[in-house]
Nanobody, 115 residues
Framework: QVQLVESGGGLVQPGGSLRLSCAAS????????MGWYRQAPGNQRDLVAS???????NYADSVKGRFTISRDNAKNTVYLQMNSLKPEDTAVYYC?????????WGQGTQVTVSS
């Protein structure tokens, strides 16, 4: 079993920035991939960004150029730097980890972009 704990969410004005963190209870270097997803009320959970063990990243079109995913293997932590935030980025953000042993999700952190 792998525990993922997200942090860093909150209320921010449009155009502002936030950095989300996802701390894993297991060595993330052994994961196949880590990712961030988001879910707004009434919507499905969608991929925001992902990063593979080899460092290949993938982003949703809506966040390209604004969000950056990164990982610190020494800290077993994955980050999502979010810049130029828009009201439509408002959602609960979830961290996901894919290991050979299974797929694991965090509990989510709320991001609200509003003036």
């Amino acid at each position: 079993q792998v525990q993922l704990v997200e942090s860093g969410g909150g209320l921010v004005q449009p155009g502002g920035s936030l950095r989300l963190s996802c701390a894993a209870s297991k060595d993330i270097f052994s994961s196949n991939a880590m990712g961030w997803y988001r879910q707004a009320p009434g919507n499905q959970r969608d991929l925001v960004a992902s990063i593979t063990r080899g460092g290949t990243t993938n982003y949703a079109d809506s966040v390209k150029g604004r969000f950056t995913i990164s990982r610190d293997n020494a800290k077993n932590t994955v980050y999502l730097q979010m810049n130029s935030l828009k009201p439509e980025d408002t959602a609960v953000y979830y961290c996901k980890a894919v290991y050979y042993s299974g797929i694991y999700w965090g509990q989510g952190t709320q991001v609200t972009v509003s003036s």
